[in-house]
């Protein structure tokens, strides 16, 4: 709902009222004589003193004339009674400022959070360079003006009155490089680093368009830059994984002289199997070494996709429009490994139909959108929508706005995570206070009071940056809908990005009697499931309703990544009692912006047990953003210990 606020300026004319008198006529002047001009009254002398006290100064040094070379420290100021003027002694000497009284010349106050000092600014710029040494870990990011950005520019921005500036620096956290990756859990996932490849299928109908082969081969795999990588699945995931992991996809052609109702249903009386004779003549056809398509050598391609090219606007059966392959999903198989002749496990299978609208920002199912959402769960992703309801409410716990529930915009920091492409900052235990610089590509972890236990697959707050660059720059416009967007906001151009994270796992343990539930939430726990052939790990909540969860809470209130907008409410969260048509989609408002304050106290709301955390501990950090610069899509956080 837009609201709006009217507000009533009420302007008061206030007329001052002078009333003239009259006078009798005054006698007759004398005649004049020459009489001296008086002498000017001296203008009285420039306070120094309390221009100085202004900034919480006053002068070191003063007297007549140029002060002594020999006198004074660097950074003290000598008024100069005679002149009028002021002097600053920098490391180089004492620098003469001007007459202090003229226009332009200002006291600057310094604060490096350790110090202050005061300089002499005239004409915008400063007379002495403000220089702070860095030392360890942390880097002066520049000088701020009250609390928060722009960073003050000497040159954009002349001084035209005495002010105070405030020094940010950043610190440098040790990054959390998580112990198991989605590749650890699920070895039939993706790896998560170096080249997989990807056997595409393509089985054309007799009543299906005529097929563009290099545009169709564009959607794959074409050479994108970072801005247009929402164009090809292999632009898209070499600008998510950082670089870390190329798709590399081979082509095959097959034409078995169906039309797409006999095609579809083949599929669907023949099942799996129908599938797996398509993949075997795909791999008959395939004119390489069938072992290139198996870059693990697990005896096993790495990724299969099969496309019926059949034309939706035919219709079979009860006259319905169908796809043979689906509307884009993913299996497996549970064929044995072959390292001569690698089998077909992970697959994706989606009608081409689902390709051939052109891409257009903000549109679901434009483009190769449907093709990249398919691989995300090659990855080992999960949906992140709501895709099993409960009754007739409905959540979109990420608003909308991600790859992997919406086929909007680039992976959410947490996806990134889980697959080890990023590597966020740690809040390690003991910290009382650190400032970092975030960026799309360095999140922040901030852990419960519990501790963190080396993985993603645990509970936690995960802080990043979501500004209009990539994928996210060209969906951007749904973030500044201006029916979503409550006001004017600097956040238009990027902010910083808050996440509810629960991802601990579930062993799950077949004991003849169906299956039972133990939490493994240690790194150890999880690496015994592993190495134990019997056992698996399984997530214990999910982004959906109807899903209970294998951990205690409600699946309406408890989920995997929750969106926390900076409103600190619950809107993303908790189930809307309406329809599935209308969802609570995030805007430009939901980012922090500079100045605001992110704590379990000011968003209990956005907790489902508040004021305490899903595993019971607590939530001891706030973090609050000093700065935002839209040129270079990074922010200034400061993390605080809270209790």
Not at 231 to 252: D, I, K, P, Q, T
């Amino acid at each position: 709902m837009k609201r709006t606020l009217s507000i009533l300026l009420i302007l008061a004319l206030l007329a001052g009222l002078s009333a003239c008198g009259g006078a009798e006529p005054a006698p007759a002047a004398p005649e004049a004589t020459e009489t001296p001009a008086p002498s000017p009254t001296p203008a009285p002398a420039p306070d120094f003193a309390a221009w100085l006290s202004q900034c919480g100064g006053e002068p070191a040094l003063s007297g007549e004339g140029a002060p002594e070379e020999a006198s004074g420290a660097a950074g003290d100021c000598y008024l100069d009674a005679a002149e009028g003027s002021c002097w600053l002694k920098t490391e180089a000497g004492w620098v003469n400022c001007g007459k202090y009284a003229e226009a332009g010349c200002h006291l600057v106050r310094l604060e490096d959070g350790e110090s202050s000092r005061l300089l002499v600014a005239q004409d915008g710029a400063l007379l002495a360079e403000p220089a702070a040494a860095e030392s360890g870990s942390r880097q002066l990011e520049g000088w701020f003006a009250g609390d928060y950005g722009p960073a003050w520019d000497f040159a954009a921005n002349p001084v035209t009155e005495d002010l105070t500036l405030r020094a940010l620096y950043t610190d440098a956290a040790p990054r959390a490089e998580p112990l198991l990756t989605l590749s650890d859990l699920e070895e039939e996932n993706f790896q998560s680093t170096g080249v997989n490849a990807v056997l595409v299928i393509y089985v054309a109908c007799t009543d299906g368009p005529e097929l563009d082969r290099a545009a169709f081969e564009d959607l794959f795999c074409g050479d994108y830059g970072r801005e247009d990588e929402l164009r090809s699945a292999a632009a898209y995931y070499h600008y998510n994984s950082c670089g870390a992991v190329e798709l590399e996809f081979h082509f095959v052609y097959l034409d078995p002289g169906l039309s797409s109702a006999e095609l579809y249903r083949k599929t669907w009386d023949g099942g799996y199997d129908y599938d797996q004779s398509v993949f075997r003549q795909g791999l008959a056809a395939f004119e390489g070494d069938p072992k290139e398509l198996d870059r693990d050598g697990d005896g096993y391609v790495d990724g299969v996709v099969l496309l019926s090219g059949e034309d939706v606007t035919k219709t079979v059966g009860d006259g319905g429009e169908y796809y043979a392959f689906g509307g884009g999903s993913m299996g497996t198989m549970s064929n044995k490994p072959n390292p001569e002749r690698p089998e077909m496990r992970l697959f994706v299978e989606m009608s081409a139909a689902l390709l051939s609208e052109p891409l257009e920002p903000c549109a679901q199912g434009t483009g190769a959108r449907v093709l990249i959402h398919e691989l995300g769960h090659v990855f080992g992703l999960m949906d992140y929508y709501d895709f099993y309801p409960y009754e007739d409410s409905i959540i979109d716990a990420l608003g909308c706005f991600d790859m992997q529930s919406n086929d909007m915009g680039d992976w959410n920091p947490y996806s990134r995570f889980l697959c080890g492409w990023v590597e966020p900052w740690l809040i390690e235990e003991g910290t009382e206070q650190v400032t970092l610089k975030l960026s799309p590509d360095q999140p922040l972890l901030i852990p419960t009071s519990l501790g963190w236990n080396g993985t993603p697959f645990d509970e936690y707050i995960l802080v990043d940056v979501l500004a209009p660059i990539g994928a996210n720059g060209y969906d951007w416009a749904l973030l500044t809908e201006p029916r979503l967007v409550r006001s004017a906001t600097p956040k238009s151009q990027g902010g910083v990005r808050v996440y509810h994270v629960d991802s601990r796992m579930a062993r799950q343990e077949p004991d003849g009697s169906g299956s039972r539930y133990f939490p493994a939430f240690t790194l150890e726990e999880m690496q015994t499931a592993l190495d134990d052939p019997g056992a698996r790990l399984i997530t214990a909540y999910y982004n959906t309703n109807g899903l209970e969860p294998l951990l205690p809470g409600d699946s309406r209130f408890y989920h995997m990544i929750d969106w926390i907008p900076a409103d600190g409410s619950s809107k993303f969260r908790l189930s809307t009692p309406i329809s599935w048509a209308i969802y609570t989609p995030v805007c430009v408002n939901d980012l922090f912006g500079p100045g605001e304050e992110f704590s379990m106290t000011r968003c209990a709301e956005a907790f489902p047990n508040a004021p305490r955390m899903n595993n019971g501990g607590t939530l001891d950090y706030s973090l609050r953003v000093e700065h935002y610069d839209p040129e270079t899509a990074t922010a200034i956080v400061t993390v605080t210990r809270t209790r």
